[in-house]
């Protein structure tokens, strides 16, 4: 098991995944979002490439409207 922050909360994942594996699990509502783990934002076309690891602090950002 694998435990890691996202958006602040304590989650643990089954098993070693790469970032693009973990958000199809964690299944967020929105499908519009930024990725930055552990404060480095990652480009939608490098999430299959980069690994979670324990601790790892992964923020999920929406964009905000207002104005």
Known sequence: MLTLTLNGEAKAL??????DQAIQYW??????FAVA??????????????????????ELLSPIVGG
């Open 14 to 19: 089954p098993e070693t995944m790469s970032l």
């Open 37 to 58: 783990v552990n404060g480095e934002f990652i480009a939608r076309s490098d999430y299959e490439q980069v690994v979670l690891k324990q601790d790892d602090q992964v």
């Open 27 to 32: 299944n967020p509502e929105s499908k519009q």
